[in-house]
Each structure stands twice: as structure tokens, then as C-alpha cells.
């Protein structure tokens, strides 16, 4: 069972365009939806988090949305540049985050020039 | 450095054979985590270690998969008789005991069976 539903799997954007990663969730008890971002060769490293008490999070060029009710929430990436070509993982968990990290597939995102 | 450290980084064995993996997490850290990921599945949960308490062996996906923490510190990941499908990247992980929830992820170490 897939706790963790990420489309698209793979996604193109020109540069400076917008990069729009979806996920969905099932079990209610999750209250604390990360993402993360994984270059080649490298381990993924914590881009940003949101706790379901607030809609939205931003941090510079990335937003996190956070849908409750219709358990989704996404990662929206402005001005996309080719530096941020990498893997993205959404990822949840219970008990604000003590608890083991359940990932979803992962999108492979490439921006182009 | 002060992340987390990994070994081997590329291990190729052949099947039916025993491999050892080692984490090293940053010092400090309560929490360790393994995960594997295989090409198109994401992360895949393995294990949970987190102080003195009993871990968490809920992902292990088979009785040829162990792990152990000593001392706190050091973890070894061992799969017994391995089979072709256990080929992937081994990601450990280790985390602070608190509830920012971030995780420190290693480089990994890729596993090849032949």
C-alpha cells in the first residue's frame, strides 16, 4: 500500500517557468509533510517542511501547498533554473516527525534553457 | 566531515553471498534510519533506531535483513543470501531527538548482485 501518491514522475520546464510537484496522502494521523531534493550520486537532502497547521510555506523560489482536507498538498518551484534539475521526493509522517519518514516515488525534474 | 558516512560506496557480490554495510551518523544524532531506494520505487523504509529503544523493524522486507546499532553510534545493515532483487542504494539516515523532523541523509552505498 502506497501511503504516498508523487506525479508526475517525470516533469520538463524552461527555464524560468514554474515547477509544479503534487502529492497525496491517505492516513489522517500525518502531521509533517516534507520535501526533499536528491541530486545524482548524492543522499537527498531536506529543501523544505510543512505542518498542517498553515496553508502555505515559502522559502525563497519554493512554496509548499497544503490542501487538508483533500489530504494533498504540493511544491511549486518559481523561476526554475537549470541548477535545480534533481530528483524530488514529498515525504510524510506522524507524531510531528518522530516517526519514520514515508516517501513518495519521486519526480525527476530536468529544466532546460 | 560532519555528515553522515557510508561504506562501503559500491559493493558488488555475487548471489547467495552475505554483505555488511556500515553507517556512520553525525554525532550526536539519537535517531538512525535505512532506507532503500531502487530505481523508480522511491525510498523505501528498512529500519528505525532511535536511543535505547527497541527499533522500529517494520520495512525489513525479509528475514535476510538485519541490522544493529552499537553503542548508540555506528550501524551495520546485513542481508544474508542475497538475491538480484536486493540490488539497490542503501541510504542511511540520522536525525537529532527533536521534532523538526530533518533528516541527514549519507551518500549511500550501491549494492550490485550478480
Known amino acids: 500500500q502506497q501511503q504516498v501518491k508523487q506525479s508526475p514522475q517525470s516533469l520538463i520546464v524552461q527555464k524560468g517557468g514554474i515547477s509544479i510537484i503534487n502529492c497525496a496522502y491517505e492516513?489522517?494521523?500525518?502531521?509533517?509533510f516534507p520535501w526533499y531534493q536528491q541530486f545524482p550520486g548524492k543522499g537527498p537532502a531536506l529543501l523544505i517542511a510543512i505542518r498542517p497547521d498553515v496553508s502555505e510555506k515559502k522559502e525563497g523560489r519554493f512554496t509548499i501547498s497544503f490542501n487538508k482536507s483533500a489530504k494533498q498538498f504540493s511544491l511549486h518551484i518559481m523561476d526554475s533554473q537549470p541548477g535545480d534539475s534533481a530528483t524530488y521526493f514529498c515525504a510524510a509522517s506522524g507524531n510531528s516527525g518522530n516517526t519514520p519518514l514515508v516517501f513518495g516515488k519521486g519526480t525527476r525534474l530536468s529544466v532546460i534553457a | 566531515g560532519a555528515g553522515v558516512s557510508q561504506s562501503p560506496s559500491n559493493k558488488v557480490t555475487e548471489k547467495g553471498k552475505d554483505v555488511e554495510l556500515r553507517c556512520d551518523p553525525i554525532?550526536?544524532?539519537?535517531?538512525l534510519y535505512w532506507y532503500r531506494q531502487s530505481l523508480g520505487q522511491g525510498l523505501e523504509f528498512l529500519i528505525y533506531f532511535q536511543g535505547n529503544s527497541a527499533p522500529d523493524k517494520s520495512g525489513l522486507p525479509s528475514d535476510r535483513f538485519s541490522a544493529e546499532r552499537t553503542g548508540g553510534s555506528v550501524s551495520t545493515l546485513t542481508i544474508q543470501r542475497t538475491q538480484q532483487e536486493d540490488s539497490a542504494v542503501y541510504l542511511c539516515a540520522s536525525s537529532t531527538d527533536s521534532n523538526t523532523g530533518e533528516l541527514f541523509f549519507g551518500e549511500g552505498s550501491r549494492l550490485t548482485v550478480l
Open positions: 492516513n489522517t494521523a500525518f502531521d509533517y
Open positions: 554525532s550526536g544524532h539519537t535517531a
